[in-house]
């Protein structure tokens, strides 16, 4: 619905794209203090130790001038300019364009509150750019209609460090498909009081994630991972879970993008996109990170990596550690059963 003078968003979605500015998200002064910038937050204790079935190795970091230029010519090149026969909101799925973008364009301001907690994270992410970036793929690729962002409920026992979003294919027909994880793509996010951007710094810097061997046979007697290897043992985890090569971790301020490799040992993480990049936009890259799971043509490509096997299925036995983030009670009831 028009409230100015201004323009709609799908009146020139490419420049609208180019200039919506997410704003800074507030938070509570009674949330956690976020530490100053520069500093780790060094509470980031996630669960994330060693394990025999992750095939995870190297990381790989896709440079900051090749992912600007990709996105960059991804938008202008299959982002329509030209005004579109469609509204902002979609009236039957509700999702809405809902970042502002500046005098030029008149996009409603959703309300929303200071965040205190990680659901509070989870609601703006969900109602600024999950809900815009859904609408624009919706707008520009119209066969992925079907697509939508879901929130994951979890009650694990990271359940207030670690939480993730799940883009994917709605099943409204009932219908099977094998591959429809290597198509999807994990949104993760931590509270800025958790993961800051030197935290960030720290996962996109990391190259190796030791093997269970390795970390069995370490001279100084430290049987575990790094913040910044337990986080990635976490996203690998869920990525794997799922069947899902595409990610993306965000702290509501910074962004990083992802995606594994077939055999599951080797990652390509993109440099961090800070929340006030002018070019490319966190938008910008999320509209390209997404349409590129879904298969859009253009997009990025998994690279090929020789000697690693098709996406494995490898189904992997549930040990005691793994119940212990479900139900903590449970879990040692069991243990003194055996």
């Given at each position: 619905?028009?409230?100015?003078d201004?323009?709609q968003?799908?009146?020139?979605l490419?420049?609208?794209?180019?200039?919506?500015?997410?704003?800074q998200?507030?938070?509570?002064?009674?949330?956690?203090?976020?530490?100053?910038?520069?500093?780790k937050?060094h509470?980031?204790?996630?669960?994330g130790?060693?394990e025999?079935?992750r095939?995870?190795?190297?990381?790989?970091?896709?440079?900051?001038?090749?992912f600007?230029?990709?996105?960059?010519e991804?938008v202008d090149?299959?982002?329509?300019?030209e005004?579109?026969s469609?509204?902002?909101?979609?009236?039957?799925?509700?999702?809405?364009i809902?970042?502002?973008?500046?005098a030029l364009?008149?996009?409603?301001?959703?309300r929303?509150g200071s965040a205190?907690?990680?659901?509070d994270?989870g609601?703006?992410?969900?109602?600024?750019p999950?809900?815009?970036?859904?609408?624009?793929?919706?707008?520009?690729?119209?066969?992925?209609?079907?697509?939508?962002?879901q929130?994951?409920?979890?009650e694990?026992?990271?359940c207030?460090?670690?939480?993730?979003?799940?883009?994917?294919?709605?099943?409204t027909?009932g219908?099977?498909?094998?591959?429809?994880?290597?198509?999807s793509?994990v949104?993760?996010f931590q509270?800025p009081?958790?993961?800051?951007?030197q935290?960030?710094?720290a996962?996109?810097r990391?190259?190796l994630?030791?093997?269970?061997?390795?970390?069995?046979e370490?001279?100084?007697g430290?049987?575990?991972y790094?913040s910044?290897?337990?986080?990635w043992a976490?996203i690998?985890?869920?990525c794997?879970?799922?069947?899902?090569p595409?990610?993306v971790l965000?702290?509501a301020?910074?962004?990083?993008?992802?995606?594994f490799?077939?055999?599951?040992r080797?990652?390509?993480?993109?440099?961090?996109?800070?929340?006030?990049?002018?070019?490319?936009?966190v938008?910008?890259?999320?509209?390209y990170?997404?349409?590129?799971?879904?298969?859009?043509?253009?997009?990025?490509v998994?690279?090929?990596?020789?000697?690693?096997p098709p996406y494995?299925s490898?189904?992997?036995?549930?040990?005691?550690?793994d119940l212990l983030?479900?139900?903590?009670?449970?879990?040692?009831a069991?243990?003194?059963?055996?």
């Amino acid at each position: 619905m028009r409230i100015g003078d201004g323009l709609q968003a799908v009146e020139n979605l490419r420049m609208y794209l180019m200039k919506a500015a997410l704003p800074q998200m507030v938070i509570d002064p009674e949330a956690v203090r976020v530490p100053p910038e520069g500093h780790k937050s060094h509470a980031n204790s996630i669960l994330g130790r060693p394990e025999k079935y992750r095939l995870l190795e190297e990381i790989e970091h896709i440079r900051p001038r090749d992912f600007d230029r990709l996105v960059s010519e991804f938008v202008d090149r299959f982002i329509p300019s030209e005004p579109l026969s469609e509204k902002d909101e979609d009236q039957k799925s509700g999702l809405s364009i809902s970042v502002p973008a500046g005098a030029l364009f008149d996009i409603p301001k959703p309300r929303l509150g200071s965040a205190s907690d990680i659901n509070d994270v989870g609601q703006w992410l969900n109602v600024l750019p999950l809900q815009t970036v859904q609408r624009i793929v919706h707008l520009a690729w119209p066969d992925v209609c079907d697509w939508r962002v879901q929130r994951v409920k979890t009650e694990d026992k990271d359940c207030d460090l670690f939480r993730h979003f799940y883009w994917t294919r709605k099943d409204t027909a009932g219908r099977q498909d094998d591959d429809l994880g290597l198509h999807s793509a994990v949104l993760a996010f931590q509270p800025p009081w958790i993961l800051t951007r030197q935290d960030l710094q720290a996962f996109i810097r990391c190259q190796l994630l030791p093997s269970f061997e390795t970390v069995l046979e370490q001279e100084d007697g430290d049987d575990g991972y790094k913040s910044e290897q337990r986080l990635w043992a976490r996203i690998w985890d869920t990525c794997f879970n799922k069947q899902c090569p595409w990610f993306v971790l965000s702290n509501a301020g910074c962004w990083v993008f992802g995606t594994f490799t077939k055999g599951w040992r080797r990652a390509f993480v993109s440099p961090i996109i800070d929340i006030r990049s002018k070019k490319p936009t966190v938008l910008e890259c999320l509209v390209y990170w997404l349409a590129s799971a879904v298969g859009v043509p253009g997009g990025w490509v998994i690279p090929e990596v020789g000697n690693e096997p098709p996406y494995s299925s490898i189904e992997t036995s549930c040990i005691l550690y793994d119940l212990l983030e479900i139900d903590a009670e449970a879990t040692v009831a069991l243990a003194l059963l055996t």
